[in-house]
């Protein structure tokens, strides 16, 4: 009888142990973090990307940041959804490329401005300008406008309106030094800068191609400006909760304080 009983009581407990060892080794499911994909363009703004990456995975939002050196790829694949988001624009380039190529953009929120300027390897300040020298300018609509604009202000030219957004050369009214002024992609500014008198750059690309905020401009832009750097979405997405995250982490303290000590004046906090 006791063989017995001591044979019952061992059976209880390697049964009871081996319920204690199956609850032990149940784990809970790994839970993966929810992917963004973000097209942008080199400097500053995949530099802000990955500041924030490892903030935005301690939220479950696994960032993916896509480099792109244009300014037309990143809003066609956000309207592809290739892309869930971008960051390289302003608002007026936005809506104007929205309705040129159909596409509902909307902007989820102000990170930064990038205050154009008037660079040069040649002269050191705009009454420098001789009779026939060439400027180089963008040749989208908002920022060849916004150069024009931006000449006006430095009585380079004279604009018919300048307060139009999208004003072109044909607004021009006066030109008294017969300034030849020539239109190319944003991209390719740059490096022509040393083939012509002056270019006016877009920060982003003057930042890329190493020229000095201080030592290479002649004119900056007023940073009151309305070329606010965005993140821009496909309208309709604008309220999920991965985007919520992602422009919290942009407007935090740590972004601002990165942007006025990395930058020095050529990139401003707009928050």
């Known amino acids: 009888m ?3 009983l001591l044979g019952l009581i061992t059976t209880l407990f390697l049964v009871a142990c081996g319920e204690k060892n199956d609850k032990t080794a149940i784990t809970t499911p790994e839970v993966k973090n929810e992917k963004l994909i973000i097209g942008a363009t080199p ?5 802000i990307l990955e500041l924030i990456k490892d903030d935005l995975k301690s939220q479950g939002v ?37 309705k040129e190529n159909n596409l509902e953009l909307v902007s989820i929120g102000s990170v930064h401005v990038e205050p154009m300027a008037i660079y040069s390897k040649k002269i050191k300040n705009v009454n420098e300008f001789k009779d026939g020298d060439t400027i180089l300018i963008p040749n989208d609509p908002t920022n060849g406008g916004r150069a024009l604009i931006l000449l006006d202000k430095a009585g380079v030219i004279k604009l018919n309106d300048n307060k139009n957004l999208l004003a072109t050369t044909k607004d021009i009214i006066e030109n008294p030094k017969n300034i030849k002024i020539t239109q190319l992609a944003p991209e390719q500014l740059a490096p022509r800068l040393e083939e ?27 940073k009151e400006s309305p070329y606010v750097n965005i993140v821009t979405v496909l309208k309709g997405r604008e309220g999920e909760e991965k985007f919520k995250k992602l422009i919290k982490a942009l407007q935090s303290e740590k972004v ?13 906090p707009a928050f």
């Open 2 to 4: 006791k063989k017995i």
């Open 43 to 47: 400097i500053p703004h995949q530099e």
């Open 62 to 98: 696994e960032l993916e940041i896509k480099q792109f050196n244009d300014y037309i790829q990143p809003n066609k694949l956000v309207g592809t959804k290739e892309l869930d988001a971008n960051f390289f624009q302003h608002i007026p380039y936005m809506e104007t490329f929205g």
């Open 196 to 222: 012509v008198t002056a270019a006016i750059i877009n920060a982003n690309y003057a930042l890329d191609a190493k020229l000095s905020f201080k030592e290479d401009t002649i004119l900056i832009e007023d």
């Open 256 to 268: 601002k304080k990165y942007i006025e000590e990395k930058y020095s004046g050529s990139v401003v």
